[in-house]
């Protein structure tokens, strides 16, 4: 449902929309919340903000788990940087026993440690990680092609293209599976994701809302 769209951009250890993915690139105010989520400036890299994607998202049909999201934010409201030092030792400690859902906690809690490094840009990685659960065993094969061959494609144009460690091609990476599949790719989240190279974030982000949306 369209309420179901929540603005907790204020929330401990959760940055958001009035930030480097947001408006002016201004990091968000402690405390607070906002009732929209504001559209990205012409000076963010990104086409979206990860709030303004939900919404594209829901409008479109796509099933995202918002309680689920609003469960990982009433859970990240804990966090205190003082007592836990970085969001992705929270999230390694977090117990989800107050968590109702029918997701894997495990694949869960490891898309919540390798996204959380994306509050040094200030990105709202809740609703990247709700969007990444959601996605179908199919939908996840299919984005990494897309990733796979987006990146390939650079090759011409840079020679970071060629740091990508891609163990599997998407056909192999499609033959793969279980846990086998997951394994592969959280590997290339995590070389994309938890990179020192912003190129990579922003590569990794617009990419996932190109393939995701590409008519919004």
Same mark, same amino acid.
């Given at each position: 449902?369209?309420?179901?769209?929540?603005?907790?951009?204020?929330?401990?250890?959760?940055?958001?929309?009035?930030?480097?993915?947001?408006?002016?690139?201004?990091?968000?105010?402690?405390?607070? #919340? !906002?009732?929209? +989520? *504001? /559209?990205?400036?012409?000076?963010?890299?990104?086409?979206?903000?990860?709030?303004? &994607?939900?919404?594209?998202?829901?409008?479109?049909?796509?099933?995202?788990?918002?309680?689920?999201?609003?469960?990982?934010?009433?859970? #990240? !409201?804990?966090? +205190? *940087? /003082?007592?836990?030092?970085?969001?992705?030792?929270?999230?390694?400690?977090?117990? &989800?026993?107050?968590?109702?859902?029918?997701?894997?906690?495990?694949?869960?809690?490891?898309?919540?440690?390798?996204?959380?490094?994306?509050?040094?840009?200030?990105?709202?990685?809740?609703n990247l990680v709700v969007l990444f659960l959601s996605m179908t065993p199919q939908q996840q094969r299919n984005l990494y092609r897309h990733y796979y061959l987006e990146w390939v494609k650079r090759g011409s144009r840079s020679s970071e293209a060629s740091s990508i460690e891609w163990l599997h091609t998407p056909r192999e990476f499609s033959g793969l599976g279980g846990d086998a599949q997951e394994t592969a790719w959280f590997y290339i989240i995590e070389q994309f994701v938890c990179s020192e190279h912003f190129v990579r974030v922003v590569f990794f982000i617009n990419q996932f809302y190109t393939y995701m949306a590409p008519f919004v």
């Open positions: 449902m369209r309420q179901g769209i929540k603005s907790h951009e204020g929330s401990p250890g959760v940055v958001g929309p009035s930030s480097v993915e947001g408006r002016n690139g201004k990091g968000a105010a402690s405390g607070g #919340s !906002s009732s929209s +989520a *504001p /559209a990205v400036s012409a000076s963010s890299p990104f086409l979206f903000t990860s709030q303004e &994607f939900v919404g594209k998202m829901v409008d479109r049909g796509f099933e995202v788990d918002l309680e689920l999201r609003n469960q990982l934010y009433m859970l #990240s !409201s804990a966090y +205190a *940087p /003082a007592e836990h030092g970085t969001a992705s030792r929270f999230w390694k400690e977090c117990s &989800f026993e107050r968590i109702h859902t029918a997701r894997c906690h495990q694949r869960l809690r490891r898309l919540l440690i390798f996204f959380s490094v994306l509050e040094k840009y200030r990105v709202n990685y809740i």
